[in-house]
């Protein structure tokens, strides 16, 4: 049982990531405000610093003062960051400097095609090493009409927005299957925040004006609702927890844990810039989340704790995570007693006494978060293999879960 405890959500590394970049592609100085840092954050500073743009911190803010974008190296590396390399590839195709993109860990087992595709539309050569990292790219992007499919990831998509606004050129891009639509209106939030503007139609057609120019501005960096969401899941399982620096007008797709949450029967408090969870009993749900795939860990330890089997929509999202995380999940889990079922894209929960056992986070940031989450209601320790993965995301969450712990 988890005492009453505060917790203050770490930066949102979606916001900080597409920000920084942005910064990097401004003439003059951005200051970026309430930040924190995690592995691929500081992926993505080492890459603005990479282009040429001076970076320093002062206190939580971050100021970035560059003259555009300026390519000086031929490689560059993004570590495990997926974000990292989907928007890379299409700035580097603005120029026409050949470039290797590169990668670390569980990125290398993460195809590239949708990349490939998109930018060989756009008359840029790609080289990759069988579908998978390193990749070679070779511009510049000729504007024009292409059509992409984003039914694994509208990451590719939120490179070419970030980037194609600086072409030489008008782009309009065709979209099919697009999931994580939260995550575009994010892009589109940032981007035209920094004064280019971008025009949808119901998100299935892009038509992107060239030769605009990002502006500098001051941007504040919202608290990361996903890994928030394990904070308020163990508030819900086992005590009681406010999270501090979270904005319920969020446009981040795993605010949503919040409606499962009620579904499901816990107390939640909505603050001005907070959320209170406190335990109560739980009753099965179901959700889909294939727009929130990063939920899934969280909510598997909330179904576990339910009493009755809980569905979660959305499994064909979690293929290409840093593990086959819903086939890393179902193995896991029931080694402490969580019995789970996969049929096509669903995922079924039966909620469980949990018992100890050694869980192996297999490089994956979400499934050590969730094993640590779910130690709280084990009869006994939950050892976690390889823990530090999550570095990646959220640095400081087993001190969090320390506090929580009263440890």
Not at 40 to 46: C, E, I, M, N, R
Not at 63 to 82: D, M, P, Q, T
Not at 187 to 216: M, R
Request: aromatic share 6%.
């Amino acid at each position: 049982m988890i005492r009453k405890s505060k917790i203050f959500a770490p930066a949102s590394k979606s916001y900080l990531q597409r920000a920084m970049i942005i910064a990097a592609l401004t003439k003059g100085r951005t200051v970026l405000r309430n930040i924190s840092w995690c592995g691929d954050t500081l992926v993505v500073k080492g890459i603005v610093q990479q282009l040429r743009a001076s970076v320093r911190e002062e206190s939580r803010n971050l100021i970035i003062e560059s003259n555009g974008l300026n390519i000086r190296k031929n490689s560059f590396c993004v570590g495990e960051s997926g974000l990292a390399v989907r928007m890379l590839s299409s700035i580097l195709a603005l120029s026409d400097k050949e470039v290797i993109l590169k990668g670390k860990g569980s990125l290398l087992n993460r195809p590239v095609s949708i990349i490939a595709d998109a930018l060989e539309q756009l008359g840029v050569r790609v080289e990759t090493t069988n579908n998978f990292l390193p990749i070679k790219i070779l511009g510049p992007v000729k504007p024009g009409k292409i059509e992409i499919d984003c039914s694994l990831s509208s990451q590719v998509l939120t490179g070419l927005l970030v980037a194609l606004p600086l072409a030489d050129g008008d782009t309009e891009i065709e979209v099919l299957n697009l999931k994580s639509k939260p995550y575009i209106k994010m892009s589109l939030d940032i981007i035209k925040h920094f004064g280019v503007e971008i025009v949808n139609e119901n998100y299935q057609t892009f038509f992107i004006k060239g030769n605009q120019k990002y502006k500098p501005t001051e941007y504040v960096i919202e608290g990361d609702w996903s890994g928030a969401a394990f904070l308020l899941v163990a508030g819900a399982i086992s005590g009681e927890v406010e999270v501090l620096n979270l904005d319920y007008n969020s446009k981040q797709a795993d605010k949503m844990i919040i409606d499962v949450l009620r579904n499901a029967g816990a107390d939640v408090t909505i603050n001005d810039n907070s959320v209170i969870v406190k335990k109560n009993n739980l009753n099965p749900f179901e959700f889909d989340a294939t727009d929130s795939p990063d939920l899934f860990p969280p909510l598997v330890c909330l179904a576990a704790s339910c009493n009755g089997i809980s569905i979660i929509k959305g499994v064909s999202r979690l293929k290409y995570k840093e593990s086959d995380r819903a086939k890393a999940l179902k193995k896991e889990f029931e080694k402490i007693g969580v019995r789970i079922e996969l049929s096509e894209d669903y995922m079924k929960v039966f909620g469980a006494k949990i018992k100890g056992a050694e869980i192996d986070s297999r490089g994956d940031h979400r499934i050590a978060m969730a094993a640590g989450v779910i130690n709280l209601v084990s009869d006994t320790e939950i050892i976690i293999s390889n823990k530090e993965v999550v570095e990646k995301s959220y640095p400081a969450f087993f001190k969090d879960m320390n506090i929580l712990a009263g440890s």
